[in-house]
């Protein structure tokens, strides 16, 4: 059912009528592009084509399908109803392209692997996954790309990525998630506050100060206001910011406390903070690496997938 939905997709994309063009697949591309980024000016700045050629390519488009894909704005574009049918199956013919090709030079040694990690891992987990990969695979690429779960998730899902790793839980349906691991989310605070003295730390404790966290779209800030909630109290933070390491920063000068995964806590050689391990239940998070079960596999991607295990 899968390829005979496909094999269609291709045949309303491309079929030829007396005297008309088929649909080619750069104008399927552009197409997604300008779909994408609801611009024409972004588009082409991704696609690295002129905007007077993207317009006539988008315009020849229109004109091989009878009706117009984009409705335009003043600033931007959205798509007609003509375009959200073409956008699914423009995605679904590229797909199977792409997956036919990759099948066809899978050699289990070369070619691309795309990684995807949210912020608060990518750059304490990954990098020595990176190292052992390389030393054992010298002929493949890893192409990483770090960004929040839920631009993670659409990558995955539309096949921008191969892999994503992330923290449970992942709000999709129709991916595959295999849990690595779990950590525990440490409590930071600077060398002189009066919680850094006390031989156990409970959550309760911690009431009375204000958190830095990262910003709302970022995890990690779900997972310790959740746990804090758990435990019948609201964590208020009175600064918010985009990168962990600030949220450090931040400790050290005193403006407040914190949660930091373990991970990040394990390459932190600074004397200007400290960790603690709260007594009793611990906060944890669960870090999870996510993929699309309708995508092609190759033995590459897979082998990427086992050391992620082994790490």
Same mark, same amino acid.
């Given at each position: ?12 994309? %491309? ?5 008309? &063009? ?18 024409? =000016? ?5 696609? &690295? ?15 091989? !399908? ?7 704005? =003043?600033?931007?574009?959205? !798509? %007609? ?18 997956? %036919?090709?990759?099948?066809? %030079? ?19 987990? !990954?990098?020595?996954? !990176?190292?052992?990969? #390389? ?12 960004? =929040? ?7 995955? &899902? ?58 709302? #779209? ?60 709260? #007594? ?32």
């Amino acid at each position: 059912m899968h390829s005979f939905s496909m094999i269609h997709a291709c045949d309303a994309l %491309t079929a030829r009528e007396e005297g008309s &063009t088929p649909v080619d697949l750069d104008q399927l591309r552009y197409f997604l592009g300008v779909a994408a980024r609801q611009s024409f =000016t972004r588009a082409a700045e991704d696609l &690295t084509i002129s905007q007077p050629a993207l317009s006539r390519s988008i315009q020849r488009l229109e004109e091989e !399908l009878g009706q117009p894909v984009f409705e335009r704005k =003043t600033r931007s574009v959205s !798509l %007609t109803d003509a375009g959200v049918l073409l956008q699914a199956r423009a995605q679904q013919v590229l797909a199977i392209l792409e997956d %036919t090709k990759a099948e066809i %030079t899978d050699d289990g040694q070369s070619g691309r692997v795309r990684v995807g990690a949210i912020p608060t891992i990518a750059p304490y987990f !990954l990098p020595e996954v !990176l190292r052992e990969f #390389a030393a054992e695979f010298p002929q493949a690429t890893v192409v990483v790309q770090e960004h =929040t779960t839920d631009a993670l998730i659409r990558s995955c &899902t539309q096949g921008e990525i191969d892999l994503a790793i992330l923290a449970l839980p992942v709000p999709a349906k129709y991916l595959e998630v295999e849990p690595l691991f779990e950590e525990e989310l440490l409590l930071v605070l600077p060398p002189e506050h009066p919680l850094a003295a006390k031989e156990k730390i409970r959550i309760a404790d911690v009431q009375p100060y204000p958190f830095v966290l990262l910003e709302e #779209a970022h995890c990690l800030t779900d997972h310790i206001v959740s746990f804090c909630r758990q435990r019948s109290f609201q964590p208020v933070a009175v600064e918010r910011t985009s990168q962990l390491a600030m949220v450090q920063e931040l400790v050290s000068l005193s403006h407040g406390v914190s949660m930091i995964p373990a991970m990040a806590r394990q390459r932190d050689q600074s004397d200007r903070r400290v960790y603690r391990s709260f #007594a009793g239940r611990k906060p944890i998070r669960t870090v999870a690496v996510v993929w699309n079960p309708y995508r092609f596999q190759s033995r590459l991607i897979q082998a990427f997938r086992d050391r992620l295990r082994q790490n």
